[in-house]
């Protein structure tokens, strides 16, 4: 997959959490707008970005989310992961991913558990894709703008 697709992929998947982005390369906005995404449409063989105000939609190669990496992750949100995801279990989270004894799971792990690992990823606006390694996306963690 190369890096345009797997913006479009991404973002797609963080509409429904209200992901920011900041929309470049016109010149009525000098230095960028920062925005909510309202939605992808493919039309004409091209991604077409629409973000929150702007009637006119924005390309990929001139969009890049607002995410944090996943080492800025707390504590608290590594307790919030295992109180949704396994409140009996013993799994442990942290930003590199989770551990789980065999006797926890076995050999199977749900597509449905990954799923809701997922989603509560996107939904803290975690850079699981490393956007932000690409510079295909800005670090937000200093920024605040999801507070």
Known sequence: MDDKQLLIQDLTARIKFGVYVLADNRKEFDGGIA????????????FLIYIESVLTP??????????????????????????????HGTAKYDHAGI????????????YDY?????????????????????????DCTSLQIYD
């Open 35 to 46: 925005a909510k995404l309202n939605g992808i449409i493919h039309h004409k063989g091209q």
């Open 58 to 87: 924005f390309n990929a190669e001139e969009v890049k989310p607002y995410l944090r990496p996943l080492t800025s992750m707390t504590q608290e949100e590594k307790n919030e992961m295992h109180d949704l995801l396994s409140p």
């Open 99 to 110: 551990s789980t004894p065999a006797t926890h799971y076995g050999d199977y792990v749900s």
């Open 114 to 138: 990954m799923n809701k690992i997922i989603n509560y990823l996107y939904s803290k606006h975690f850079d699981i894709n490393d956007l932000i390694k690409k510079n295909m996306a800005i």
